[in-house]
């Protein structure tokens, strides 16, 4: 998908990094954003631009400013939803006060790993990273993939944001200096059929994936066989149903039975995890994802905390 191409380094690129490096540290930034463009030509790869189909580069675009905007570019004004802009950073907590092997200071068991599904643009992957001495993002998108190793090697990485109609503006996606990168390991996978070597992981975090999939419910089976014993799994859903993502008949909740019975999709989620999991947290945490300036997706997401029971015998 990517190899025969190269990118050239023009000077409008150079005019939108400088533009945005208007203190010292962001123009370091703008250096390290020429050695990105210089990382994708060597490589082989050509960065997401104008010339990809249009709803591919806008997903990858709202991941970045998703995963790594600041809170100022994001939202703001004075009146808004401000408690919705830490979403990562809420699961990052449920992940690591849930995990019994961050607990443990003797190092005996080795290193703390987590698994991240779903992990896009990998914003929750280096975050697990602060915590988790290994960690590996999955999806199922090469495009995220690409675009996460990509500021795992070099730092930064542009990405437009959409102001009103045309008008747009040019930002850097950044990793906080304190994130050690060496700790992650990306990989595209399908996440209903993952690699047979993805187990014994201490945390598996899920984001907002659940409603993406083909096959939700054989995506939660899988989870028993990735976590050790006594190991959690942290799920985040706002159960957003739609059939171009997933079959009817997958879903987890969302319908009707027979005589108009409701069935929920937690309920739904609750009969693939109760066989080798406890829910032993659970709370609803809000998000917000930025589409323009002045118009923007809010929402509650359900997240439940699972810890992984021994197997019997």
């Known amino acids: 998908m990517y190899s025969g191409y190269s990118f050239k380094w023009s000077n409008r ?8 490096a208007a203190s010292a540290s962001a123009a370091y930034a703008a ?29 990858v675009d709202e991941y970045l400013q998703f995963h790594y905007a600041n809170a100022q570019e994001i939202l703001p004004y004075q009146h808004s939803p401000k408690e919705a802009l830490h979403f ?66 070099e730092g930064v990485l542009a990405y ?15 990793l906080p200096n304190d994130v050690e990168t060496d700790r992650v390991q990306f990989l595209q996978a399908d996440l209903c059929r993952l690699p047979q070597n993805l187990v014994q992981f201490d945390a598996v975090l899920a984001a907002n994936v659940v ?42 909740g969302g319908f009707y039975k027979k005589a108009n019975e409701p069935v929920r999709s937690l309920d739904g989620m609750k009969q693939h995890m109760e066989p080798h999991f406890d829910l032993i947290e659970q709370e609803d945490i809000p998000y917000l994802i930025r589409r323009h300036a002045r118009k923007y997706e809010w929402g509650v ?10 197997d019997k015998g």
């Open 31 to 59: 250096y390290r954003l020429y050695r990105y463009h210089g990382y994708f030509s060597r490589a082989g790869i050509r960065p997401i631009s104008e010339g990809d189909l249009p709803e591919v580069k806008r997903a």
């Open 301 to 310: 997401s359900c997240c439940t905390v699972w810890r992984r029971r021994r």
């Open 211 to 252: 409603e993406r999939l083909a096959n939700p419910g054989l995506f939660l089976d899988q989870l028993a066989g990735l976590v050790k014993a006594s190991g959690v799994v942290v799920l985040a859903s706002a159960f957003s149903w739609c059939e171009h993502d997933t079959p009817k008949g997958n879903w987890l």
């Open 160 to 174: 437009t944001s959409i102001e009103e109609g045309e008008i747009t503006a040019t930002r850097l996606a950044q």
């Open 13 to 20: 690129h150079t005019a939108a990094a400088l533009g945005v």
């Open 88 to 153: 990562l950073s809420r699961l990052m907590v449920l992940c690591e006060r849930n995990c019994l092997a961050l607990q443990d200071f003797t190092g005996e068991q080795g290193p703390v790993t987590a698994l991240d599904l779903g992990c896009a643009v990998g914003g929750s992957s280096f975050a697990l990273a602060r915590a988790f001495q290994q960690v590996v993002g999955v999806d199922s998108s090469a495009h995220f993939i690409k675009s996460a190793q990509v500021l795992q090697r």
